[in-house]
Antibody, heavy 123, light 107 residues
């Protein structure tokens, strides 16, 4: 059974960097058939996909245009986890952040999710 | 980006009712449509993938169908644990996008 466990601070000051980690159990961050994603949810923006990383002989990354210049997703094979960094945050980045596994091929959906992390951007 | 719309935005129903939720994509997404259920304070839970395939462990009262760019989630007989918000999501092209949600509450 795949489990995703999120960790990170719940309060970030404006202009600083939001950092979250998603620890994976029951699968590998280097798995060839899935991707590892970050999604956020806020009342104003709903569910918003932010980006993903996946391994297919090398690492690939895709990011949403809305955050493309500020986002970094980093896999850590030694700890079997992946992380999200969102720089230069503003109050509009306040949201619940989720990590999620995406199963591709004949499935194409987010089949496992982390528990969610409420991140508030405030001074 | 592909826009996803859902109707209705909310529905009040009773236990045992048949509930239908519709999702429309702004362009062709083939059959790459998933449905999720979310309860307050919890992460979304996958119900249906590829428009009509039931995720493992999901009760058979949930079903999905498609007609062109219109997709439907049906709950055949609403149970107390089904009161939640439901979202559709397209996986045909980046960025993956979600619908705004349909809240199913108690009548």
């Amino acid at each position: 059974q795949v489990q995703l466990q999120q960790s990170g601070p719940g309060l970030v000051k404006p202009s600083q960097t939001l950092s979250l980690t998603c620890a994976i159990s029951g699968d590998s961050v280097s798995s060839n058939s899935v991707s590892w994603n970050w999604i956020r949810q806020s009342p104003s923006r709903g569910l918003e996909w932010l980006g993903r990383t996946y391994y297919r002989s090398k690492w690939y990354y895709n990011y949403a245009v809305s955050v493309n210049s500020r986002i970094f997703i980093n896999p850590d094979t030694s700890k079997n986890q992946f992380s999200l960094q969102l720089t230069s945050v503003t109050p509009e980045d306040t949201a619940v952040y989720y990590c999620a596994r995406f199963s591709g091929s004949n499935y194409q959906f987010f089949d496992y999710w982390g528990q969610g992390s409420l991140v508030t951007v405030s001074s | 980006d592909i826009q996803m719309t859902q109707s209705p935005s909310s529905v009040s129903a009773s236990v045992g009712d048949r509930v239908t939720i519709t999702c429309r994509a702004s362009q062709d997404i083939s059959s790459w449509l998933a449905w999720y259920q979310q309860k307050p304070g919890k992460a979304p839970k996958a119900l249906i993938y590829a428009a009509s395939n039931l995720q493992s462990g999901v009760p058979s009262r949930f079903s999905g169908s498609e007609s062109g760019t219109d997709f439907t989630l049906t709950i055949s007989s609403l149970q107390p644990e089904d009161f939640a918000t439901y979202y559709c999501q397209q996986a045909n092209s980046f960025p993956f996008t979600f619908g705004p949600g349909t809240k199913v509450d108690i009548k």
